[in-house]
């Protein structure tokens, strides 16, 4: 069936380094790849997308990277703050007749001041 | 322009209860989606709405049951609660004019089972 796979699941970085969080999913029908990020008590927020016609998407600090030959695709985040600690989703959703999404794991990002 | 609202925010029931929780989507959105949270098994779909029609179920037992009203906003029902219903239920909402739009969430409802 379809999965998603999350690494890694948490994740510790010196304030101003760069954070790199990876997924792999299964299906290679999927086109719409998300990334959510989730604070204490709160649900989760959209951060960043991309979908399969685009090999890397960037928004300031954040970037997503998709390589659809090999069926993954990374989150990075650069010049870290301590405000970007959370817990971190993929997702990938399969376009077709039954709108799915599966999410991964989640990775516990701690910046470290 | 306000966001995906949920109600209860908390929810305390015992087994074999039942429980309805709310939803309202973020103005003009017209799909639905529902999932179950829990730190064993991360961020689980249980169905979605649209235009006051389930689109799509995964895969847990018919106590769960979900609804959407014409204004679009959706409420989830679980009957003959069990402990392990004890999670976070969030609600997440698109324009879904096509397949694979944004999903925005809500804050989630936690329900604890006793």
């Known amino acids: 069936g379809e999965n998603v796979e999350q690494h890694p699941s948490t994740l510790s970085v010196q304030e101003g380094d760069s954070a790199v969080i990876k997924c792999t999913y299964s299906?290679?029908?999927?086109?719409?790849f998300p990334w959510y990020k989730q604070e204490l008590g709160k649900g989760p927020q959209l951060i960043i997308d991309?979908?399969?016609?685009?090999g890397e998407k960037k928004d300031q600090r954040i970037a997503v990277t998709l390589n659809k030959t090999a069926k993954h695709f990374s989150l990075h985040i650069t010049e870290t703050q301590p405000e970007d600690s959370a817990v971190y989703f993929c997702?990938?959703?399969?376009?077709?007749?039954?709108?799915?999404?599966?999410f991964g794991s989640g990775t516990r990002l701690s910046i470290r001041p | 322009k306000a966001g995906v609202t949920q109600t209860p925010r908390y929810l305390i029931k015992t087994r074999g209860q039942q429980v309805t929780l709310s939803c309202s989507p973020i103005?003009?959105?017209?799909?639905v989606s529902w999932y179950q949270q829990t730190p064993g098994q991360g961020l689980q779909f249980l169905f979605e709405?649209?235009?006051?029609?389930?689109?799509n179920k995964g895969n847990f037992p018919g106590r769960f049951s979900g609804r959407q009203f014409s204004n679009s906003r959706s409420e989830m029902n679980v009957s003959t609660l069990e402990l392990g219903d004890s999670a976070l239920y969030l609600c997440?909402?698109?324009?879904?004019?096509?397949?694979?739009?944004?999903?925005?969430f809500g804050p989630g409802t936690r329900l604890l089972v006793l």
């Open positions: 997440a909402s698109s324009l879904a004019d096509t397949r694979g739009e944004t999903q925005y």
């Open positions: 299906d290679s029908a999927s086109n719409y």
């Open positions: 991309i979908r399969s016609n685009v």
């Open positions: 997702a990938a959703i399969w376009d077709s007749s039954a709108s799915k999404i599966i």
């Open positions: 103005s003009g959105h017209r799909s």
């Open positions: 709405y649209f235009s006051e029609t389930q689109r």
